[in-house]
């Protein structure tokens, strides 16, 4: 079946303006992650969504970043005032969450975002 | 969370076997071992996990030590397309985030 999407894959904007960042999960999939990769470096966590409700949302590096998910399905991440350290892959994954609590992440490719 | 330990870097002949080490002497009895991989410019792939006993899937094997304080990724014939950096994670809880470290880069050669 689809896997993760992620879109656009690559977005270029001018500093200072807002991005938004789409994530269309597994279709079933509760559980919804975004993670950031900045160039050379690990996946940093930034939020967690069960459901269309974030529990954890430790990993939001300011309130610059929000995100929210609606129908248990989209989820949207959304940056405002870019500044150029904000350049990353945004990553976003799913996994089914069932009754079971070991069920994998499945990651989209992500979206390439670069600040000018 | 349980932290793990993986060496920076491996090589592997082409058609060998590479065995990836992981150390996770935090453990704790109810946190699985996960591992990943991500090819370049590609999101991570799940490989495989398991909690205590080994695991065998078309991709890989996963050995856990008896005392689960380390894990060894088995990839039997290992080709060029193998070549990534692998991630050893233990997870953290119910529906909980995973924590990515540095990983293994494993460079397969001809």
């Known amino acids: 079946g689809a896997g993760v999407s992620q879109s656009p894959s690559n977005k270029v904007t001018e500093k200072g303006k807002d991005v938004e960042l789409r994530c269309d999960p597994i279709?079933?999939?509760?559980?919804l992650y975004w993670y950031r990769q900045r160039l050379g470096q690990g996946l940093e966590f930034l939020i967690y969504f069960q459901g269309n409700s974030a529990p954890d949302k430790s990993g939001l590096p300011s309130d610059r970043f929000s995100a929210e998910r609606t129908g248990e399905s989209v989820s949207t991440l959304t940056i405002q005032r870019t500044q150029q350290e904000d350049s990353a892959v945004y990553l976003c994954a799913s996994s089914p969450m069932g009754r079971t609590d070991n069920s994998p992440l499945h990651f989209g490719n992500g979206t390439r975002l670069t600040v000018t | 969370d349980a932290k793990t330990t993986q060496p920076p870097s491996m090589d592997c002949a082409e058609g060998r076997a590479a065995n990836l080490p992981c150390n996770h002497s935090?453990?704790?009895?109810?946190?699985?071992v996960y591992w990943y991989r991500q090819i370049h410019s590609q999101g991570p792939q799940y490989i495989i996990h398991g909690l205590k006993n080994n695991e065998t899937n078309e991709m890989a094997s996963l050995i856990i030590t008896e005392d689960r304080k380390s894990s060894t990724l088995i990839l039997p014939h290992a080709t060029l397309r193998d070549t990534a950096v692998y991630y050893c994670?233990?997870?953290?809880?119910?529906?909980?985030?995973?924590?990515f470290g540095q990983g293994t880069e494993l460079s397969v050669k001809p």
């Open positions: 279709s079933g999939h509760t559980a």
């Open positions: 994670i233990v997870r953290v809880g119910w529906g909980g985030k995973l924590i």
């Open positions: 935090t453990i704790s009895g109810n946190e699985y």
